[in-house]
């Protein structure tokens, strides 16, 4: 593999500045003690601490827009209902989707293989490395994407399934550092798993499925526990933002609340 850029040269890259921190941000006080000791231990390890104070900070030019979380929260379809409406305004980016299908399509992968140590990791450094490609195309046609899914995702899906040392090899990657750079610019919006929507999981013959509510709702928590430690500003998306125009005019008024926009 050629050699990455390093954490200061992709820096460069990033359109300046951190997300603001928004509302819902979710911490590490709703989190289980096993993988909140992993969370902790694997960004002592790895991630660099910033002195800046985000609270006050706007991205400089267009924000990147991240939708993520757990399976079957309707991320795809949050962001095909963003791609009609900027096609509409006539401010369509660039639109990432498809990483890991893609990944599992061309290496021979199966859902199954997720969870399966001896494959998993394997399978999550080929997703991270997909997706910081995916986000340099799509930055080399427009300054700015949407995104169904981060570089978070792989590392997450480590944690769960490979343990503390696999998901600190990928924390410890340069594909890692430059997309953690990216995210801190960025829109990051978590479509969040509750109870509440637990009708929501419906088996494709493709994800992976969570084994039970409890489950699909502990992966939510770790997703946001991560961010976290990463210093990712992030949003969680309530399910009780059911309609596909509400969850759209949640998002937007996040993006343009951090500059983007009219």
């Not at 709703?30 to 991205?59: F, L």
């Not at 998993?120 to 427009?142: D, K, M």
Request: hydrophobic share 40%; with cysteine; proline share 4%.
């Amino acid at each position: 593999m050629r050699s990455l850029k390093s954490e200061a040269s992709v820096a460069d890259d990033v359109r300046g500045g951190y997300t603001s921190c928004m509302p819902l941000v979710v911490g590490l006080h709703a989190y289980g003690t096993w993988e909140r000791m992993a969370v902790d231990r694997i960004s002592r390890i790895a991630t660099p601490r910033h002195n800046h104070n985000v609270s006050n900070m706007k991205v400089n030019g267009t924000p990147n827009i991240y939708v993520v979380g757990a399976q079957c929260t309707g991320k795809t379809t949050i962001v095909k209902n963003l791609e009609d409406y900027f096609s509409k305004t006539g401010n369509l980016p660039p639109v990432i989707t498809e990483v890991a299908r893609t990944v599992l399509a061309t290496h021979d992968f199966t859902a199954a293989d997720v969870t399966n140590p001896s494959r998993s990791l394997e399978l999550q450094r080929l997703i991270l490395h997909a997706q910081l490609n995916a986000e340099r195309t799509a930055l080399a046609e427009s300054p700015w994407f949407i995104s169904d899914r981060s570089g978070a995702d792989p590392i997450v899906y480590a944690m769960r399934y490979v343990g503390e040392s696999g998901a600190a090899s990928l924390v410890e990657s340069n594909e890692w550092t430059g997309l953690r750079l990216r995210m801190q610019a960025s829109l990051i919006i978590v479509c969040e798993a509750a109870e509440a929507a637990g009708t929501w999981i419906v088996d494709d013959g493709v994800r992976l499925i969570p084994s039970d509510v409890d489950d699909w709702v502990e992966f939510h928590r770790q997703f946001c526990a991560f961010l976290t430690e990463q210093d990712i500003d992030h949003v969680v998306l309530p399910v009780a933002i059911g309609s596909h125009q509400d969850r759209v005019k949640f998002v937007i008024e996040r993006w343009e609340g951090m500059g983007a926009g009219p």
